[in-house]
Every structure is written in C-alpha cells, then in structure tokens.
C-alpha cells in the first residue's frame, strides 16, 4: 500500500499567511494527488485535483504542486474561512489512500 | 448541480448486515466510476470501494474485501453498498464519492453496537 505522510499535523496562522501543507508519498503517485478541505460536521471539499488543478469554484488563493513522491498544498493568503482540515489523497495504485490531516487554525 | 444523497445507515448489531444506497442526480451517472469513503468518528479519511462507471470492475480495500460488495443501477442512477458481518471497527460516517473523488454526498452514519 502507498502511504500517505502529510505534515504538519497542526498549524495556526494568521489571516493573510501564506500557508504550506506537505505530503510525501511513499512511492511514486505520477501526481494523482488530490486535496481535499474538511470542516467540522461537513464532507470534504475537492480543492485541487492531479496536483495542480484548481476544482471550479475554489478561489485562486489556493494552489497545488509537486511530482514523484513529494506534493505541497499552498494557501497564498489566509483566509477566515480558510479553517479546517487539509487531507491529500493519491489515486494513483490501489488501494487508494488519504494523508492523516492538517488541521489548520486561524490565530 | 450534482448531487449525491446517501440512505440507509443507522445502529446495526456486529455479525448483521446492512445495505446503503447513493441516488445521484445532476450528471450522467452511467458515465462515472463510484467510490464509497468512509470516516470513523474524530479520525481521518479511509477510501473503501470503487466501481468502473459499467459496473464491470470492482475494487476493495483488503479489511471490507469478501465483506462488501459495491454495485450500481445505471437506469435508476444510483450506487449501492451491501455490508455483511459487520464489525465494531466498521462504524463511521460513510460517504458517497464520485471519481475520480471529486463530489461527495453528506454522508450516513452507520453505528455497529451491540
């Protein structure tokens, strides 16, 4: 199974950061990489899709990019609503597995 | 609008079975593979089956696989899970999926408790 690695695991910032959230696959997922935003008694929400597209919707603040095994999610400027959990996801090999989360907190 | 509305969870005894059901609207249902991903309570993300968009593949992650058996009815639009000998690890909030994972349903809680 390709494990999924995701950090941090936490992460407070402020309105207007520029934020970065990593994940390292543990082998080459040729950037079937999906991003996903959780909130709080909701369903993910499909943010970046393959790496580096952004889903319709989802304002340009937010960027994907990476290759082989390392992927990187990038807030450019924090957002108030900006809050919640971060999860990447590979669908490259079966089975398909998602990181473990970034939590993100707005200070 | 897509959309996709997930029935059928609730408490079920372990050892029972259950059977949860996706209707999808707003798409071409016949032209999507399906998943279904589910979230244990407080935990993260687990992916647990997908069908090709004919219902001709099928995959399993290896801890439902003889368990679970995905399906769906392209003339009704709709993606099915049936749960057999379910266990106490097999509680979570189960979400239907579109591929390649990009729309979801609001999810159904499915509790196994004696």
């Known amino acids: 199974d390709i494990q999924m690695t995701q950090s941090p695991s936490l992460l407070s910032a402020s309105v207007g950061d520029r934020v970065t959230i990593n994940c390292k696959a543990s082998q080459n997922i040729n950037k079937y990489l999906n991003w996903y935003q959780q909130k709080l008694g909701e369903a993910p929400k499909l943010l970046i899709y393959n790496t580096n597209n952004l889903q319709t919707g989802i304002p340009s603040r937010f960027s994907g990019s990476g290759s082989g095994t390392d992927y990187t999610l990038t807030i450019s400027s924090l957002q108030p609503e900006d809050f919640g959990t971060y999860f990447c996801f590979q669908h490259n090999s079966w089975p398909l597995t998602f990181g473990s989360g970034t939590k993100l907190e707005i200070k | 609008e897509v959309q996709l509305v997930e029935s059928g969870g609730g408490l079920v005894q372990p050892g029972r079975s259950m059977k949860l059901s996706c209707a999808a609207s707003?798409?071409?249902?016949?032209?999507?593979?399906m998943a279904w991903v589910r979230q244990a309570p407080t935990k993260g993300l687990e992916w647990v089956a997908t069908i090709s968009y004919d219902g001709s593949s099928t995959y399993y992650r290896d801890s439902v696989k003889g368990r679970f058996t995905i399906s769906r009815d392209n003339a009704k639009s709709t993606l099915y899970l049936q749960m057999n000998s379910l266990r106490s690890e097999d509680t979570a909030t189960y979400y239907c999926?579109?591929?390649?994972?990009?729309?979801w349903g609001q999810g159904v809680m499915v509790t196994v408790s004696s």
């Open positions: 999926t579109r591929e390649p994972v990009d729309y």
């Open positions: 707003g798409f071409t249902f016949s032209n999507y593979g």
